[in-house]
């Protein structure tokens, strides 16, 4: 991947997937948009070697990604997803 601010091709400084106890708090953000629907992922934080710039991904199977949208797009974004109007 390369960072959408500078350019540089972002490096990956932590990983967690489906099961792992060891990164709780990578594991969290990834619940928090996708356990709604799977707890089978992969979340990467990545960070640009040269402007810093920090970035957290998250990796679903290509016919989970086709399911999810077909699921929001009959029946809506699921509320854990919906931002709170302040």
């Known amino acids: ?29 990834g619940n928090k ?3 709604w629907y799977t707890e089978d992922f992969v979340i990467r934080q990545r960070v640009c070697p040269k402007c810093k710039y920090s970035s957290v991904t998250i990796e679903v199977e290509l016919s989970d990604l086709k399911e999810i949208c077909n699921l929001v797009s009959e029946e809506g974004i699921p509320d854990c997803l919906k931002r709170d109007k302040k």
């Open 33 to 35: 948009v996708l356990d």
């Open 1 to 29: 991947m390369i960072c959408p601010k500078c350019g540089t091709k972002f490096r990956v400084t932590n990983t967690a997937g489906n099961g792992d106890t060891n990164r709780y708090y990578l594991r969290g953000l």
